[in-house]
């Protein structure tokens, strides 16, 4: 069922995917196992967008069914933690409106056990500067697939140093204080010393274990 549930996922079939979801969790399948294969299908999606095979509209519906299958996810996978243990503005950066990723970090951050602000898509970097001066988080988490969005990033890293909400990195590259974490399909260390963030992931429950890393909770 693995392999059709990926399949139903990649062709955007709403009722067959969450069906499907919906009967391996009956039969006591891992909940974890659903959310590798639906990481899975949407990153396929995520590659079709690449390709101009999908659109701005295949990815908006592709956004409705992570959230469904992420609902009945959550129902079978209790909180880690039964207080917030840290908060994270989360938002995918100016000139990018993939919400795959974001919402599947989303996800997991929030299974977890975090305080997650998500500003959503194509995010400003003054949006991103008015919601770290409301909410006071340890982690601001910038998501971008497209390459056009590694400058976005960047600007909004300079935006939040200029309004002095983060520090400036040191001569070693150290950042005290609040961290900016950078996640997406294509990026890399390079990326991230361009950017200048703290660290970066390509996986959400990694992304997790780095966090609970720099919040001293791992």
């Known amino acids: 069922m693995s392999e059709e549930f990926v399949e139903a996922l990649v062709e955007l079939e709403e009722k067959r995917a969450i069906k499907m979801a919906e009967e391996r969790l009956d039969a006591g399948e891992d909940p974890m196992d659903v959310l590798d294969d639906l990481k899975k299908g949407m990153g396929i999606v995520g590659d079709r967008y690449a390709a101009d095979e999908y659109f701005i509209p295949d990815l908006m519906y592709a956004g409705e069914i992570i959230e469904q299958i992420s609902g009945l996810l959550q129902e079978e996978m209790p909180d880690q933690e039964s207080d917030d243990i840290g908060t994270i503005v989360l938002g995918t950066v100016k000139d990018d ?122």
């Open 97 to 218: 409106i993939h919400d795959i990723g974001k919402d599947l970090v989303y996800f997991m951050f929030d299974l977890n056990g975090f305080d997650v602000v998500d500003l959503g898509v194509d995010v400003q970097s003054e949006r991103f500067v008015e919601a770290v001066d409301e909410h006071d988080p340890e982690i601001v988490a910038l998501s971008g697939f497209l390459t056009a969005a590694f400058d976005s990033m960047k600007e909004t890293v300079e935006t939040l140093e200029n309004e002095g909400l983060i520090e400036v990195f040191d001569e070693d590259g150290i950042r005290d204080g609040r961290k900016i974490m950078i996640g997406g399909g294509q990026i890399t260390d390079d990326v991230r010393n361009y950017v200048r963030a703290d660290g970066y992931e390509t996986d959400a429950p990694n992304g997790v274990t780095r966090a609970k890393e720099w919040l001293g909770v791992a």
